[in-house]
């Protein structure tokens, strides 16, 4: 079977940990060229990574006839305009969350995408998380029973600068949008109401730029489920990222992973390792398995696990969050048009 030739739009973090990713665990394909704004970014990320071509212009990427598929992973207000110029060039499509911050504009891409017979996966790396995927499987299974309440807690360690927060979309199409994909992977049903309350508690720069810094997060899906979000993006104690399944024949709790499980006991304390600190030590593990299962939908000939679908239902939810924050009432997602 050939190797799936790949190219990289975008050179900058996310990009880079995708080609380490595919570099060092899926010799099924192989990074042809990656290209960036910046040259010296796409040259050190060719260095590293032995990438051979590197080219400012992404066009370069979607003119080469022999590259077969193309991550995107450049600023958030280009994923959909590029994702429909790659599709009309023929080419596979692994799109970095979030497709866009519109509802009108993800639609679009999508009829592009259905024209064109290719294949597009959005980038909700969660989702493959060696514990998030158990607790799924146990739910799948039945050994929870009926879904009653799920939990989810997500802190970041430090926050953003204000200049990101201003032009990242509000903390719910940036932050939040991870939980609230999770929420529907862990529900398996679909949100009909949202019940958002967001505050300043970390940095009041970040609310001068017109976002919030922390939030709690209620949805209500149509099997009867309820789910509760917390986020903060500061958490002293590093990256926070817990799940809880609670059902009718019992509960599944996927705790932070750390550096090792030891606690050391003494008549003072027991203390054991503080949770990793960020996401590239904390979901490693799952990029490569997203990347990995782009790969194989490609060389199958099957669907790809995370949809175009998949991908709209956390943005209309984010933007309901953020109606029901400013109007401080629930939110039909029914509303979200």
């Known amino acids: 079977m050939k190797k799936v030739r790949i190219g990289i739009i975008g050179a900058g973090r996310i990009g880079r940990v995708h080609a380490q990713s595919i570099t060092n665990g899926i ?3 192989e990074i042809v060229a990656i290209s960036d704004p910046f040259m010296e970014a796409a040259k050190k990320a060719a260095e590293t990574f032995g990438i051979p071509n590197t080219y400012s212009d992404y066009h370069e990427i979607l003119n080469d006839p022999s590259i077969n598929a193309v991550l995107i992973c450049s600023p958030t207000n280009t994923h959909a305009d590029i994702a ?6 023929g080419k596979h499509i692994f799109c970095e969350k979030p497709i866009d ?7 679009e891409t999508q009829k592009v995408i259905k024209e064109s017979g290719v294949k597009m996966q959005i980038g909700f790396n969660r989702r493959f998380d060696h514990n998030f995927r158990r607790i799924r499987a146990l739910t799948e299974e039945g050994k929870l029973g009926k879904v009653q309440i799920i939990k989810i807690t997500s802190r970041d360690p430090e926050p953003p600068s204000p200049e990101y927060a201003k032009n990242s979309g509000g903390m719910f199409l940036d932050m939040t949008i ?8 862990q529900a398996g049903s679909e949100v009909t109401e949202v019940f958002a309350v967001g505050a300043v508690t970390v940095d009041p720069e970040i609310g001068k730029a017109g976002d919030i810094d922390t939030a709690v997060i209620t949805l209500r899906f149509e ?4 789910a509760i979000i917390d986020n903060c993006r500061k958490a002293i ?4 990222q817990r799940v809880e ?12 992973d750390t550096e090792t499980t030891v606690k050391f006991s003494s008549k003072d304390s027991v203390c054991s390792d503080k949770p990793l600190y960020f996401f590239l030590e904390r979901y490693m593990q799952s990029f490569g398995d997203e990347m990995r299962s782009f790969i194989d939908a490609i060389q199958n000939q099957t669907e790809v696990p995370v949809t175009i679908e998949d991908g709209l239902k956390p943005i209309k939810i984010a933007i309901a969050a953020k109606k029901s924050m400013l109007e401080n009432r629930p939110v039909k997602l029914s509303e979200i048009q």
Do not use: W
């Open 178 to 185: 991870h939980d609230f994909d999770m929420a529907c992977f």
């Open 245 to 256: 399944v609670f059902g009718t024949n019992g509960s599944a709790i996927a705790e932070n």
């Open 27 to 29: 010799p099924q394909a």
């Open 101 to 107: 911050t519109t509802v009108s504009k993800i639609l």
């Open 237 to 240: 104690y590093g990256y926070d």
């Open 84 to 89: 429909m110029e790659a599709a009309r060039a």
């Open 223 to 226: 099997n009867g489920a309820i």
